[in-house]
């Protein structure tokens, strides 16, 4: 199996692996998902001044005071809605508007070809200048128009602002078929 871990970030998360369905573009990987359903145990903890406690089944613990935020996701008594590829590399969604976003690329982008380019000094700057402007076309279709908006962000498990963050969409405005985008050269493919 391959683990593709953040390349730049601090604590090079765990990101994605070839167990996924993996679409290779110019720059980017796009990973078709799917939502699935997990039980859910929720207790009122009387010990937190009868706070919620809900504890997923992979082990996660959330506290809330707001019964109606807790469960935005569950579908029945019991279960709630997850996407496969989130669960199991402990994604953590996150959020931009467009300007945070395009300042969060600007960053990125700069820091990526940096460390390619310590990684690689002998890569041709023809090379160099492909992976940037494929990236920044990228960036400019998320933008275009209303297209900002379809789009959700998600961080590796450890929230690291230096890494990775990749996006995910639906297409066709498909919700049961999740797509998650990767910036491919961000990712460091390890064999385990």
Known sequence: MILYKDLIGNSH?????DKYEIVEG???????????TKDL???VNNNFGGMISTMADNGS?????NLEDEFENVEAAGTFQINNLVEQLRLVETSFD?????TYMKLYIKDLINHIKQQQPNILTEKIELI??????FVKTMMDGE???KYSFFTGSSMDANGLVAT???KDDDPTTPTFVFIKYGLSPVVV
Do not use: P
């Open 13 to 17: 998360d765990d990101l994605l692996t």
């Open 26 to 36: 110019d720059v980017t990987f796009e990973v078709k998902t799917k939502m699935i």
């Open 41 to 43: 145990n929720v207790v």
């Open 61 to 65: 613990v959330t506290l809330s005071s």
């Open 98 to 102: 467009k300007k945070s976003y395009l």
């Open 132 to 137: 940037q402007k494929g990236i920044q076309s």
């Open 147 to 149: 297209n900002f908006k």
């Open 168 to 170: 995910m969409y639906y």
